[in-house]
């Protein structure tokens, strides 16, 4: 009684093309045994592309192959020759592999007899048609991508701060994601001022919530798309730029400007960035002894760890530095605009909140709640086509989640714009001409946020005894500030 191997394979594109799955297949195969008395030993299911042998299931079979008898003889069944493969090198390679472990490969719907020299010429023809057909899909697909990047359309996985989603025409487009889409508008503002490194812009850009690691951020920032241009590749190997249908989150003047600033080899004269919260001084504290600048460092005690600013050339000063960051907050807060600056002030912070802070939210506001209208009719569309069956249950649900994350992050920005708007009505109700506290918000600032405002009153005159600093800030600033 002979003895055989069934090999069952589909991949995800041909199973939706053709309609192939791996229980018909399977099932026609033990049919196929049992009226010609064949034992079957073991079905393989393979869930893998044929363009070479490098499948899971597969190395199994060839594995299990190698560890039985040689003198044994086995088959391996399949249903047809584009099961086995669609690369012709490969495949008569793999045959002469099976030859030589002393097993014979045959698909049962184009049989052929190897033993007949004829029978060669057939299976070329059975194994090269699976490679022509996969030629043809792969040009068909790349004649696809570029008409749809011609139409301004982009047909690829969308990049960070945009999703996917298909429009009621059934075309695949994309839009802006938040917060990823604002996190990445602020990265390419950064950039601009060339006063950041790339990598501290994103680590900034990583604390403020964008998923993005070092080398895809290096792409991010050279990918047009985000300018509302789509990079085509031309036929004769040429580039050019096609102006793309979705929505834009910079300008293309800062995308190009910031290209002008990444390309250029320059030295950037910003002091390194530590966004360590717990050494925001970096940078600008220098030792009172050899006149160094004093890094940051943790220090292992006998229950957690000490933050101290120490200098590393030789003098061993150290000091703490929660101690003298608390030194440096105490300063600040001392300081308070003097009585001609806070009128002053006042009466401009006044005309800024009600001229143009709460302008711009309100037309904010509205722009949010027309987009969400937007998102809400669209969805109300798309139930239609799916109660009169045009559309599919899949691509509705797709729809209805996709619906939700984009009003989802709609609504956290409405409640964003109402928070702001209730800020500047409490604002317009303090008495300006009072005392004002300019700094109490400092410790609520992020890392980034704290280094910028600490260069315009970096520390001066540490005293390494008592972890204390005074301030020191530039003769404009010294005439409408005072000390409490």
Same mark, same amino acid.
């Given at each position: 009684?002979?003895?055989?191997y069934?090999?069952?394979?589909?991949?995800?594109?041909?199973?939706?093309?053709?309609?192939?799955?791996?229980?018909?297949?399977?099932?026609?195969?033990?049919?196929?045994?049992?009226?010609?008395?064949?034992?079957?030993?073991?079905?393989?299911?393979?869930?893998?592309?044929?363009?070479?042998?490098?499948?899971?299931?597969?190395?199994?079979?060839?594995?299990?192959?190698?560890?039985?008898?040689?003198?044994?003889?086995?088959?391996?069944?399949?249903? /047809?020759?584009d099961?086995?493969?669609?690369? *012709?090198?490969? @495949?008569? #390679? =793999?045959?002469?592999?099976?030859? &030589?472990?002393? !097993?014979?490969?045959?698909?049962?719907?184009?049989?052929?007899?190897?033993?007949?020299?004829?029978?060669?010429?057939?299976?070329?023809?059975?194994?090269s048609?699976?490679?022509?057909?996969?030629?043809? /899909?792969?040009?068909?697909?790349?004649?696809g *991508?570029?008409? @749809?990047? #011609? =139409?301004?359309?982009?047909?690829? &996985?969308?990049? !960070?701060?945009?999703?996917?989603?298909?429009?009621?025409?059934?075309?695949?487009?994309?839009?802006?994601?938040?917060?990823?889409?604002?996190?990445?508008?602020?990265?390419?503002?950064?950039?601009?001022?060339?006063?950041?490194?790339?990598?501290?812009?994103?680590?900034? @850009?990583?604390?403020k919530?964008?998923?993005?690691?070092s080398?895809?951020?290096?792409?991010?920032?050279?990918?047009?798309?985000?300018?509302?241009?789509?990079?085509?590749?031309?036929?004769?190997g040429?580039?050019?730029?096609?102006?793309?249908?979705?929505e834009?989150?910079?300008?293309?003047?800062?995308?190009?400007?910031?290209?002008?600033?990444?390309?250029?080899?320059?030295?950037?004269?910003?002091?390194?960035?530590d966004?360590?919260?717990?050494f925001?001084?970096?940078?600008?504290?220098?030792?009172?002894?050899?006149?160094?600048?004093?890094?940051?460092?943790?220090?292992?005690?006998?229950?957690?760890?000490?933050?101290?600013?120490?200098?590393?050339?030789?003098?061993?000063v150290?000091?703490?530095?929660?101690?003298?960051?608390?030194?440096?907050?105490?300063q600040?807060?001392?300081?308070?605009?003097?009585?001609?600056?806070?009128?002053?002030?006042?009466?401009?912070?006044?005309?800024?909140?009600?001229?143009?802070?709460?302008?711009?939210?309100?037309?904010?506001?509205?722009?949010?709640?027309r987009?969400?209208?937007?998102?809400?009719t669209?969805l109300?569309?798309?139930?239609?086509?799916?109660?009169?069956?045009?559309?599919?249950?899949?691509?509705?649900?797709?729809?209805?989640?996709?619906?939700?994350?984009?009003?989802?992050?709609?609504?956290?920005?409405?409640?964003?714009?109402?928070?702001?708007?209730r800020?500047?009505?409490?604002?317009?109700?303090?008495?300006?001409?009072?005392?004002?506290?300019?700094?109490?918000?400092?410790?609520?600032?992020?890392?980034?946020?704290?280094?910028?405002?600490?260069?315009?009153?970096?520390?001066?005159?540490?005293?390494?005894?008592?972890?204390?600093?005074?301030?020191?800030?530039?003769?404009?600033?010294?005439?409408?500030?005072?000390?409490?």
């Amino acid at each position: 009684m002979k003895s055989a191997y069934l090999y069952v394979r589909v991949s995800t594109d041909e199973q939706k093309r053709k309609g192939y799955s791996l229980p018909e297949q399977e099932d026609r195969l033990i049919k196929y045994c049992e009226s010609n008395n064949i034992y079957v030993k073991r079905v393989y299911r393979e869930y893998f592309s044929a363009k070479d042998f490098n499948r899971p299931e597969w190395k199994k079979l060839v594995s299990e192959l190698k560890n039985i008898l040689a003198k044994e003889e086995n088959d391996i069944l399949f249903i /047809r020759w584009d099961r086995f493969s669609r690369n *012709i090198q490969y @495949a008569y #390679e =793999m045959l002469g592999i099976l030859r &030589k472990l002393n !097993v014979s490969a045959m698909a049962i719907d184009q049989q052929i007899d190897l033993s007949v020299p004829e029978s060669s010429v057939m299976l070329a023809i059975y194994l090269s048609v699976p490679e022509a057909e996969n030629t043809r /899909r792969a040009m068909n697909t790349m004649n696809g *991508i570029r008409k @749809a990047k #011609e =139409m301004g359309r982009y047909p690829n &996985k969308a990049p !960070v701060g945009y999703v996917n989603m298909a429009s009621l025409d059934g075309r695949k487009i994309i839009v802006p994601k938040q917060p990823e889409a604002n996190i990445i508008r602020w990265a390419f503002q950064q950039l601009a001022k060339n006063i950041y490194r790339i990598g501290e812009v994103n680590e900034m @850009a990583v604390h403020k919530g964008l998923g993005c690691s070092s080398s895809n951020f290096f792409k991010l920032i050279r990918n047009p798309a985000y300018c509302g241009l789509i990079l085509l590749k031309r036929g004769d190997g040429e580039t050019m730029m096609v102006k793309g249908i979705h929505e834009p989150l910079i300008p293309e003047a800062l995308f190009y400007e910031v290209q002008d600033v990444i390309n250029t080899k320059r030295k950037v004269n910003a002091i390194r960035v530590d966004l360590s919260p717990a050494f925001f001084l970096t940078g600008f504290l220098i030792c009172p002894l050899c006149c160094r600048r004093l890094t940051g460092s943790f220090s292992k005690g006998s229950t957690r760890k000490y933050p101290y600013y120490q200098c590393r050339k030789g003098c061993r000063v150290r000091v703490r530095a929660d101690k003298l960051n608390d030194s440096y907050r105490e300063q600040l807060q001392k300081l308070e605009l003097s009585g001609m600056a806070s009128d002053l002030f006042g009466t401009i912070l006044a005309d800024w909140n009600v001229d143009t802070q709460k302008v711009k939210f309100l037309y904010e506001r509205q722009a949010l709640r027309r987009q969400l209208g937007e998102q809400e009719t669209i969805l109300s569309r798309a139930r239609k086509l799916y109660v009169e069956n045009i559309l599919k249950f899949d691509d509705y649900s797709e729809m209805k989640s996709e619906f939700r994350r984009i009003t989802d992050g709609i609504r956290k920005e409405l409640c964003n714009v109402a928070t702001k708007l209730r800020a500047i009505e409490e604002q317009r109700k303090l008495d300006l001409r009072s005392s004002i506290d300019i700094f109490g918000a400092f410790e609520s600032l992020d890392t980034a946020d704290k280094k910028q405002l600490v260069s315009f009153f970096p520390p001066v005159d540490i005293d390494i005894k008592k972890s204390a600093v005074s301030i020191g800030h530039n003769v404009t600033l010294s005439k409408i500030l005072v000390c409490k």
